[in-house]
């Protein structure tokens, strides 16, 4: 990939945001702006980045989340025994081809081993699962983010599909996973209904079932036409059956329906055969779907196998290609970002893609607008990428005489001057602190969940308060108390709302570190990054104090920071730079003069490696080399790939070489796979 590391960290943190806003709209708000295709496109193209610049994965990655946050909700929320995932995607035959051969190679599988695995179509709609106790229905939950979800029990007593008591006899505890959707059928009627009493139109099918069923009042779900169809299963006391396949005909047993279309494929050439077979098949399906899922059949596998990040690698989504549509560019507005980044937006003429109206398509950069030679008027080509995110793709207009956009040089919102740092395509306000639009999403991110999740302090009340004067730093949340006698009697706040308000502040006056680092919006220092470097400093004061070090061209400082898994360069230059500006340190001083947060302690799964250093070599005889890092990994170990003072324990099989006699020469304890593998057994 010809692209510099500067080029690389920048369009990284654009995708990142740009998913974060998609996946908002599209799981917390059932409003989302672009296709199916499209979004799958920006995760793509976040993925291959990511794999291409390893070191530069941001803490906020779209590919270690899952889903959305459950925003606030008139329902109440669920937290899921077992996390709800999502699943990698993929386009081609050739990809497919790959996921069962890194099957293989993960489970050190020899070319003649058959690997069955189930494929079924992928419905298009919300995911929900049902907590079944002793066969009876006792809770229903959407995904969320994967580990909280909303309780929609009272919802789901009104779909026909999903019993109340299963039909046989049922494990003590089963969850049964699917989507509820809505056919395509009762989709149109129900539209038509909406537009003969003036009422709004649903987007799509999928967004009328996610409405429907998150429903504060459940008379509303009742009187829609929802369906499900389960895919999977969570938390489980027994698993009826050794296979994904047999586990699924126990299902439909019980009385939840299935895929008809879900079938066992024993080769690659199966497998990519049943998805043209169902892609043939999805225009006269009665639902809508957007691909077809492949698991790995044996039960024991997918268990050895496990998880990344935010899904399983024993599942696999291969999606169907995108829908186009042309239309007109009617307007070019910029947005100021949290981090005074200036994002052109196309206005469009109203445009169906997909069984989506699409109005607004993000044109990225400057450079993205000079490379398409977009301006106002122009006809241009929309893709949803997996029919989800929108994106232009072509101009066909390029040609006509048209006075070419002039991208400001200055913000819109301050005026301060907006420029493009050396090697970015990312044309960013330099206003900071003083810029209005900055430092109200600064402060909206300070308080967000993954920040210090200050309750009672949305986007809203920041708006109100920085407008009155009374925020403009951090610290000022902390100094709000003193403003007390002027925010009651306001609109909207009485004595108890406001001492809720100041409760929930000083809750918060010894915050865990790291959400405190994440939350002063530093760049490329997202919460997983943030987690990382309080784990190696500790406190904040640790943590400021080699920044500068490094910025002050100290090696010994930056190759500190350095060696943090997950830091690289563009991180440690960040962090330098921040602390570098005599603002910020003014507004990181100010803060903690008003907070204290502890030093950071990170609890880490119970096991005899939990927080060493261990490094496989040699041939490794009863499981792959992954499978083995993943099992360190689990037991809260880091795997390495090599030797040094700071490895705690070499796990060395046949032919170990140069690893085990460097091992030997700095004293590193040094165990065989048998060990090794009662290490695993004893921690559970």
Not at 87 to 100: T, W
Not at 437 to 460: M, N, P, T, Y
Not at 615 to 624: A, D, H, Q, R, Y
Not at 647 to 662: E, H, I, R
Request: glycine letters at 8%; hydrophobic letters at 45%.
């Amino acid at each position: 990939m010809t692209m510099s590391e500067a080029d690389a960290a920048n369009e990284l943190m654009r995708l990142a945001k740009a998913i974060a806003h998609h996946d908002r709209l599209y799981h917390a708000q059932d409003a989302p702006e672009i296709s199916d295709a499209e979004y799958d496109a920006l995760v793509r193209s976040n993925a291959e980045l990511e794999a291409a610049f390893p070191h530069l994965i941001r803490a906020d990655s779209p590919s270690r989340k899952v889903g959305h946050e459950v925003a606030a909700s008139p329902l109440g929320k669920v937290t899921h025994e077992v996390r709800m995932m999502s699943l990698d995607n993929a386009f081609s035959d050739e990809e497919v081809e790959e996921f069962v051969a890194r099957v293989r190679r993960f489970l050190a599988l020899p070319p003649e081993a058959e690997v069955a695995m189930t494929a079924e179509d992928k419905i298009d709609g919300l995911s929900c699962s049902l907590r079944y106790e002793n066969g009876k229905l006792v809770r229903a939950a959407t995904r969320g983010d994967g580990q909280v979800g909303e309780d929609v029990t009272a919802n789901v007593a009104h779909i026909s599909d999903i019993p109340q008591v299963l039909t046989g006899d049922a494990p003590a505890v089963f969850e049964i996973r699917g989507e509820v959707y809505m056919a395509k059928a009762d989709f149109a009627a129900l539209n038509a209904a909406q537009e003969e009493k003036g009422d709004k139109l649903f987007a799509n099918p999928r967004n009328a079932a996610a409405g429907s069923l998150r429903q504060k009042d459940a008379a509303v779900t009742a009187s829609r036409p929802l369906r499900f169809l389960a895919h999977g299963w969570g938390a489980a006391s027994a698993v009826p059956g050794e296979t994904q396949f047999d586990v699924m005909q126990q299902i439909a047993a019980w009385g939840v329906p299935v895929s008809p279309l879900l079938v066992r494929c024993l080769s690659v050439e199966a497998m990519v055969e049943h998805f043209r077979s169902i892609g043939a098949q999805r225009p006269g399906l009665p639902y809508d779907i957007d691909g077809v899922v492949y698991k790995v059949d044996r039960l024991d596998w997918q268990e050895r196998l496990g998880f990344v990040a935010k899904a399983p690698r024993w599942g696999l989504a291969r999606k169907f290609p995108a829908e186009r549509a042309e239309t007109v560019i009617e307007a070019i507005d910029i947005q100021v970002g949290r981090t005074g980044k200036l994002t052109p937006v196309g206005r469009l003429r109203p445009v169906l893609v997909g069984g989506v109206t699409v109005t607004n398509v993000t044109l990225h950069n400057r450079d993205e607008i000079g490379r398409l030679g977009l301006r106002v008027g122009d006809r241009i080509v929309l893709q949803r990428a997996g029919d989800v995110i929108p994106q232009v793709v072509d101009n066909l207009t390029r040609e006509e005489p048209r006075e070419a956009y002039d991208f400001p040089d200055h913000c819109p919102e301050c005026q301060s001057e907006a420029v493009a740092e050396e090697g970015e395509v990312d044309v960013r306000c330099t206003g900071g602190l003083i810029c209005p639009a900055q430092r109200v999403e600064r402060l909206r991110h300070f308080v967000s969940r993954g920040a210090l999740d200050i309750e009672g302090l949305g986007e809203k009340t920041i708006i109100e308060f920085f407008g009155l004067g009374w925020l403009e730093s951090p610290a000022d949340i902390f100094r709000l108390r003193q403003r007390r006698a002027d925010i009651v009697g306001r609109e909207g706040w009485k004595d108890k709302s406001v001492d809720n308000l100041l409760a929930a502040i000083e809750a918060k006056r010894a915050p865990d570190a790291a959400r405190l680092l994440f939350g002063l919006g530093i760049r490329h220092v997202g919460a997983v990054t943030a987690r990382d470097l309080m784990k190696r400093f500790a406190t904040l004061p640790a943590l400021r104090e080699v920044a500068q070090r490094a910025k002050a061209e100290d090696a010994e400082a930056a190759a500190e920071l350095l060696g943090i898994e997950g830091v690289g360069p563009v991180v440690v230059e960040a962090l330098g730079d921040f602390f570098h500006e005599p603002h910020n340190v003014a507004v990181w001083e100010d803060l903690l003069s008003e907070v204290s947060p502890p030093p950071y302690i990170v609890e880490t799964k119970a096991s005899a490696v939990a927080g060493k250093t261990v490094v496989f070599t040699g041939k490794l005889e009863t499981m792959s080399r992954d499978e083995a890092k993943a099992q360190a990994e689990a037991l809260g170990a880091r795997a390495a790939g090599s030797v040094s003072a700071k490895t705690d324990l070499v796990v060395a099989g046949p032919g170990a070489g140069s690893k085990l006699k460097q091992a030997a020469a700095l004293g590193i304890e040094v165990i065989d796979e048998a060990a090794w593998a009662e290490i695993v057994k004893a921690a559970g």
